[in-house]
């Protein structure tokens, strides 16, 4: 799992093992995170908030007021807004902080307030790491949710040999990417999208198209791959840009976006068909330019393959299949045989009826008929939000095979 655009809250508590985290900031920052520092009093001896700060980017919080701009540094505020909270190192005195709820300094606020995971590497000399009392501390961190990055063995500050020292940065980033992978929904299964219009060429110069912006297919690429899936997306021509992290294949024509599902779709768990595909393509496509002569002029169409429809007949009961349907009347109807003719298992069904649905726009309301019979009339909301609706769907089916 990527930490890619992930907001990381990174605390740093008053340890000699302070001086590896110059070194972890530079691996999350090369992972692509945006992390903020919060450090205790006691760790600025042991490292400098200025390498801190210039490493991460970040101005580095320490205090709960900043006496020089006058800024309150709001901790509720840093709880809530990251997708993570990592501690390290976490000496002995914080984590009794932590276990029996003391709040004294910026960073205790912080993980009091903190709603998401958080994930804590201890480090401290042997004796004090096997102590009865950290022993109890770490087991409550635990019962509150959080993650223990465990210790490395090896030789400590202290010159005694043994466990407590902070685990390498390479090992904490991977504890982080294996933790946030295997708790997602989608893990281990594969999607594949398909988005945007299809371009039918009439000659090297001109095409058949459509209105189609690619938004809603994106924005489903984006939240399945944020569930854990693993994204293939099929793009007809938009100017939007994929994350990085999803495999994109752009295609003109429909027989390009055939050709291209077809190599992908027996791989795939979970395929969403919203491209607004050309039904009929031209013919015989001019290689030249076609100069204009006659008064009237026709151009001789031939039927698509209809890439939902052929690929639905293939789907075996350990997929789920997704279309679209675009209608301007009897609506329910039309997508009612949809699904059935396409042999799909969800149809999200647009009306050009409503405002603010449809081509091009931020929004989208949608109702979704699935094969069960169901039917679920969603408000207009962002097309982000109802790819996370139509992702639920997905996964609670997904859970059903
Ligand atoms: N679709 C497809 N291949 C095509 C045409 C459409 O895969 N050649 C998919 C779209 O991506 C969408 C769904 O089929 O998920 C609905 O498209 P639509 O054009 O409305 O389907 P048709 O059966 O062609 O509907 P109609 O009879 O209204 O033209």
């Known amino acids: 799992m990527s930490l890619k655009d992930k907001n990381i809250v990174l605390g740093v508590c008053g340890s000699i093992a302070a001086y590896k ?29 200025l390498t801190l700060s210039t490493l991460s980017k970040n101005p580095v919080l320490v205090d709960y007021y900043d006496p020089k701009t006058g800024e309150w540094n709001n901790h509720v505020h840093l709880g809530l807004h990251a997708d993570l909270m990592l501690v390290a190192p976490l000496s002995a005195n914080t984590l009794g902080k932590f276990a029996n709820g003391l709040c004294d300094n910026l960073l205790s606020a912080v993980y009091l307030s903190a709603k998401c995971p958080v994930y804590v590497a201890p480090a401290m000399d042997l004796d004090m790491w096997i102590h009865p009392s950290t022993t109890r501390n770490i087991a409550l961190l635990e019962s509150y949710g959080n993650k223990i990055i465990p210790p490395g063995k090896g030789e400590l500050a202290s010159g005694l040999n043994g466990e407590g020292r902070l685990a390498e940065p390479e090992d904490i980033i991977s504890y982080l990417q294996t933790d946030l992978a295997s708790n997602l929904p989608l893990q281990g299964k594969k999607a594949l999208i398909t988005a945007g219009p299809t371009y039918e060429a009439i000659d090297p110069v001109r095409f058949i198209g459509n209105h189609s912006s690619g938004k809603m297919g994106y924005a489903i690429a984006n939240q399945l791959l944020r569930l854990g899936a693993e994204v293939t997306l099929v793009s007809g021509p938009t ?10 294949i752009r295609i003109q024509s429909a027989q390009q976006m055939y050709d ?10 979970i395929i969403v068909m919203s491209a607004a595909v050309a039904d009929y393509t031209v013919q015989n496509p001019a290689d030249q330019k076609i100069k204009k002569k006659a008064e009237d002029f026709s151009i001789a169409l031939k039927k698509t393959v209809d890439i939902l429809g052929t690929l639905g007949q293939q789907k075996t009961s350990k997929q789920t299949l997704v279309g679209f349907a675009l209608e301007t009347n009897n609506e329910l109807e039309h997508a009612q045989d949809k699904l059935k003719r396409k042999n799909a298992d969800f149809i999200v069904l647009n009306s050009m009826q409503d405002k603010g649905a449809g081509f091009g726009t931020d929004t989208n309301k949608v109702t979704i008929l699935s094969r069960d019979g169901k039917t679920i009339n969603y408000a207009l909301k962002t097309k982000d939000e109802v790819a996370l609706d139509i992702s639920n769907l997905i996964i609670e089916h997904q859970k059903s095979l």
């Open 21 to 49: 985290i110059a070194s972890l900031i530079r691996l999350l920052i090369k992972e692509g995170a945006s992390v903020q520092v919060i450090m205790t009093r006691e760790a600025t001896q042991f490292i400098t908030p």
């Open 239 to 248: 100017s939007l840009q994929a994350n990085s992290s999803i495999r994109t």
């Open 260 to 269: 291209a599902c077809a190599q992908e779709f027996a791989i795939s768990d």
